[in-house]
């Protein structure tokens, strides 16, 4: 096994298990893309429109007429193409999460094949079987199996892939635990993690896909199939298919209803008549369906999406905006999501001659030096105990702690644990006394105590860490006084090992029995609060590594012998203890207050044990005391529940915690969660957690601490790794779905209206009042502005105090369907209404002929009038021509009115509920402005000559201006009337629930 495989073998194994390589899932062609962003609904009936468009255009007459015919179509396949693109280019952002997978993996390794070490060969050629050297730094190539071990430990980053916080201590002994989790395979590998500490050598047991990186890669490929659209995408959905159906119908009856008009005269035939009302039932269609719509939401998103980022939210996939918004659970990974992912030292513990221990919290958090020891402004050198703990954090430490200007932040290179202990140093401060005049430091805020330890005392030797004793210490000495022997460990076992104690008050004492006793219960104290603790002692040598100054000393080979050094550490003086935690982010705790507020709850899925797991939840308010049992499980033990009681529990209130997570189990959670109907929120931040982040509704990686391919999985990225920015995002998505209703109910409303306008226009017979260039110069032009405005209306001031609306709810509620009919139909009554005026009524200063509605609703036969006399008005000879190219002035008002009232219809829009007289047009500069565009783009049609004929219309007097105000107005009237009604519904509501509460 030594000399590793043959050439032969790696061949024969490669043939069987392939490159140690990712499995690379094919592009979906470009192609394949387009025809996806034509699969919406609306879209489709838009093509159809547009197709039908084209054909019927062909029909025209020829001349300019003809030409505005192709307009219409042209416009509608513009929008559909411009939509595509934006479609296609965020579908090929999604390739790049398991693109980010493959970075992952080591690129070199140091193998052994024919008894020769390869130092540099590339990992993807690694077969099982395969012998190779891992080093400190080295990224593991493949999981493997540890043969030997070249150092007393060897400790490997796993954070990323198993959600632990600690470096995981591996050896080669036999797992005899059946059923293993990955943080329980001591002696196990993985493919992606890091060598902390220690040289090893080890088997290459799986490659490729079969590695646990694989396996991740696997749920990830799986969760993007069984990606679902949004609940908005959803609803849009449903929306346009009933739609479509409403649409078809409509269009179908109003075509048949002209059957009888088919024949007339001025058609120049049956099958001409045909057509021409075929193209009326078209127009209606293209007038019912909202073109401007799926921009309109696109564009509101992406407002949204600069809104979010200003709050620290990246957001990559635009439709999470709106489905954060009603998020009802939020599963939450523990390790540098809800803590910092930094271990700190979170108190200190010296002891007086009685045992009983004196605590000091100290405060601050992650490698941050800010902070103080509770009761020390300023460590003196009087306070022996708390300077001797000092002094072994400073020597029994190989870590490091600076400040990286890219990321802006104190980063550790080496153990955390070392890490919080050098922090500790920087906390407690230095007896200046100690040092002479002569001394000057410069040196980082993270490392100034601990070098001003170093000119006080040289390192002479170290007896690094060993499973069995579980301790590690180093020899120090400042001349010409004999070296101290400084040592950390567990304290279960060091306590053992001293026979003193450094009190409280500055005297070395005799540790007796009971004295013991009493550390060790303040140990279990400790223990119990989740926290990690190590003893810190030392002594003064008397033996022979009294003057030991090297490896030329004659008591060199003491240090050589690993299994020497426990007797070394004997007859120790016991300083103190510290507790170390990785601790909960201190904005968290009300982060999560707000969520339950908001009603939404919050479950910590997570890889580290459940002691730990049950203590942040509990830091941070996810469980309260007492909860546990209820509340708290291992995900494997959960997993084997039936599955009637795991839906149980995860139905109940409250907030969940699983631990002990694999990825499979994250996805699992994940699953179950919204087969109840959930919208899940997924937060995380290492490798682990990326087929999760895939799964959910939402997945939300850290900016900072956050792995590649958290972030290439995940739809939003927390660029300050907040916790409390998701619940600012979640009121942000909120915020967006009341928006998206507001534009959405003034856009369909006055859709419906031009549906009604056309509908009466050929109920009634008369001429058409509005052409179809006109109608989509409305719908894209005059309707988006005001439209687009309404996605910055600020929140209603409860917006977090609601609970998450349903996944089941309906876009359109029945009562607000029927405000949409009522305004509608109002619309088309105004629109058809003035249209009518002019013909019948209006007496204006143009004194225009007036004929009688029988008369307009009979205009097909006016070849046959020989007493209708227009008297040269217009310069007209014929009365058809008064029907045909003379109606320009009434379809010019009947325009005005739909644009009038569209924009009143606007502000109506300003709340779903709430009166203009409470929520005024100034809530919504934007809004006020957007009108304003909209009435100089309808100005310039109407007085700018070119421009007015491209739209057949002409200029409006005062007289005109009048009428139109007259006509539009009552709209504003009506909808007060309405929104009254629904605050009494909705108080109705209201009281009906409180008094089932109060029986209940």
């Not at 600690?166 to 989790?181: E, I, M, Q, S, Y």
């Not at 200007?405 to 140093?425: F, M, N, S, W």
């Not at 002569?438 to 980082?444: F, L």
């Not at 619940?727 to 909120?734: D, F, M, P, Q």
């Amino acid at each position: 096994m030594d000399d590793g495989l043959t050439d032969e073998e790696v061949l024969k194994r490669q043939s069987v298990y392939g490159l140690n390589a990712l499995a690379e899932e094919p592009p979906t062609p470009l192609w394949k893309l387009i025809l996806e962003q034509f699969e919406d609904y609306l879209v489709q009936i838009l093509l159809v429109s547009a197709v039908l468009s084209f054909v019927l255009a062909f029909f025209e007459n020829g001349g300019e007429s003809s030409v505005t015919a192709f307009v219409e179509p042209f416009v509608i396949l513009l929008i559909l193409i411009l939509n595509a693109i934006v479609g296609v280019w965020q579908e090929n952002n999604a390739e790049s999460a398991l693109n980010a997978l493959k970075k992952m993996q080591s690129e070199k390794a140091r193998c052994i094949r024919n008894g020769v070490v390869n130092p540099n060969l590339p990992a993807e050629q690694l077969v099982p079987g395969d012998i190779i050297r891992l080093n400190v730094g080295d990224k593991v190539p493949a999981d493997c199996r540890i043969l030997s071990l070249k150092t007393a430990t060897l400790r490997v980053e796993e954070s990323a892939l198993t959600g632990e916080s600690r470096t995981v201590l591996k050896n080669p002994d036999v797992c005899t635990t059946v059923d293993a989790g990955l943080s329980e395979k001591v002696n196990m590998l993985f493919a992606g993690t890091t060598i902390a500490n220690g040289l090893c050598k080890a088997l290459v047991v799986r490659t490729g896909m079969n590695t646990e990186i694989g396996k991740i890669q696997r749920a990830v490929m799986d969760a993007r199939e069984d990606e679902e659209k949004t609940p908005l995408g959803q609803k849009i959905d449903e929306f346009g298919e009933l739609l479509g159906k409403v649409i078809m119908w409509i269009c179908v009856i109003v075509w048949i209803m002209n059957f009888h008009q088919f024949s007339d005269p001025e058609f120049g035939g049956f099958f001409r008549g045909c057509i021409y009302y075929l193209k009326v039932a078209v127009a209606l269609g293209v007038a019912a369906i909202p073109e401007g719509l799926p921009a309109v939401i696109t564009l509101c998103l992406s407002l949204g999406t600069r809104s979010m980022a200003r709050r620290n939210c990246i957001v990559r996939k635009l439709p999470s905006v709106e489905t954060l918004g009603c998020t009802t659970v939020i599963c939450s990974d523990k390790t540098g999501t809800l803590t910092t992912n930094e271990m700190t030292v979170v108190t200190v513990s010296t002891f007086h001659a009685t045992g009983e221990a004196c605590e000091r919290s100290v405060s601050g958090i992650s490698y941050n030096p800010e902070g103080k020891v509770e009761g020390v402004d300023r460590l003196e050198a009087s306070q022996r105990a708390l300077c001797d703990v000092a002094k072994v954090c400073a020597f029994c430490n190989e870590t490091t702690v600076t400040w990286n200007d890219a990321t802006q932040k104190y980063e550790a290179v080496g153990e955390p644990t070392e890490a919080a202990l050098r922090i500790l140093v920087e906390k407690l401060g230095f007896p200046e006394e100690l040092l002479g005049s002569d001394h000057c430091v410069d040196s980082p805020v993270t490392q100034r105590c601990n070098d001003l330890w170093a000119t006080l005392y040289s390192v002479n030797g170290c007896l690094e860490f060993s499973r069995t004793r579980k301790s590690m210490s180093v020899l120090v000495s400042k001349r010409p006084v004999a070296n101290e022997l400084l040592v950390k460990g567990a304290p279960e076992l060091l306590l053992q090992r001293c026979r003193w104690l450094c009190t409280e008050e500055g005297n070395v004492v005799p540790l007796t029995e009971s004295m013991r006793q009493r550390c060790l219960e303040h140990l279990e104290q400790m223990s119990r609060r989740s926290l990690r603790c190590l003893a810190l002692a030392g002594k003064h040598e008397e033996g022979p590594l009294r003057s030991y100054d090297g490896p030329q000393h004659p008591a060199h080979a003491m240090l050589a012998d690993v299994e020497a050094y426990e007797a070394i550490e004997q007859d120790l003086c016991l300083f103190g203890m510290v507790g170390i935690k990785d601790p909960a982010r201190v904005e968290v705790r009300d982060s999560i207050a707000l969520c339950k507020k908001a009603g939404i709850r919050v479950f910590m899925i997570t890889g580290d044990n459940k002691l730990t797991a049950e203590s942040i939840a509990r830091d941070v308010g996810i469980l309260q005391p007492g909860e546990e049992a209820e509340a708290s499980f291992e995900a494997r033990e959960f997993m084997k529940l039936p599955r009637e009681r795991q839906l149980r529990i995860l139905a109940g209130h409250g907030g969940r915690v699983f631990a002990r997570s694999e990825p499979v189990h994250k996805k699992e959670l994940i699953s179950l969660l919204r087969q109840m109907g959930e919208i899940t929120a997924m937060t995380g931040d290492g490798v682990n957690d990326a087929p999760a982040l895939q799964q959910a509704d939402i997945g939300v990686a850290m900016g900072v601490s956050g792995t590649e391919v958290a972030k290439e999985a995940s739809d939003m990225v927390l660029v300050d790794d907040n916790f409390r920015t998701i619940v600012a995002a979640i009121e942000e998505g909120r915020s967006i779905y009341q928006n998206m209703k507001a534009f959405i109910r003034y856009l369909i409303s006055s859709n419906i209206g031009e549906v009604a306008s056309i509908f009466f226009t050929a109920m009634l017979g008369i001429p058409e009042g509005l052409s179809p260039v006109q109608l989509l110069w409305v719908n894209l032009v005059t309707d988006g502005p005001p439209a687009t405005a309404l996605g910055f209306n600020p929140p209603e001031p409860d917006i977090m105090a609601r609970p998450p609306r349903a996944r089941d709810e309906g876009l359109i509620t029945p009562f607000v369907f029927f405000r949409y009919v009522v305004i509608g139909l109002y619309v088309g009554v105004a629109t058809v209404g003035i249209f009518v005026y002019w013909y019948v009524l209006d007496r204006a200063p143009d004194a225009h002929p007036l004929v009688s509605l029988a008369q307009l609703m009979g205009h097909g036969k006016c070849r046959a009038w020989t007493e209708f006399s227009l008297d040269g008005w217009g310069g007209f000879a014929q009365p058809c021509d008064y029907f045909e190219k003379g109606k320009v002035v009434a379809s010019t008002l009947s325009l005005t009115v739909l644009v009038t009232i569209e924009m009143f219809n606007a502000l109506n829009a300003l709340s779903e509920d709430c009166s203009l007289l409470v929520v005024p047009p100034h809530r919504n500069l934007y809004l006020v402005a957007a009108i304003l565009a909209s009435f100089v783009a309808h100005f310039a049609i109407l007085y700018i000559p070119p421009l007015a004929k491209v739209f057949s219309v002409a200029p409006l007097t005062l007289h005109d201006w009048k009428l139109v105000l007259a006509f539009s107005f009552p709209v504003i009237l009506i909808d007060e009337v309405l929104k009254a009604v629904s605050r009494a519904i909705t108080r109705y509501k209201e009281e009906k629930l409180l008094q089932k509460e109060k029986e209940e």
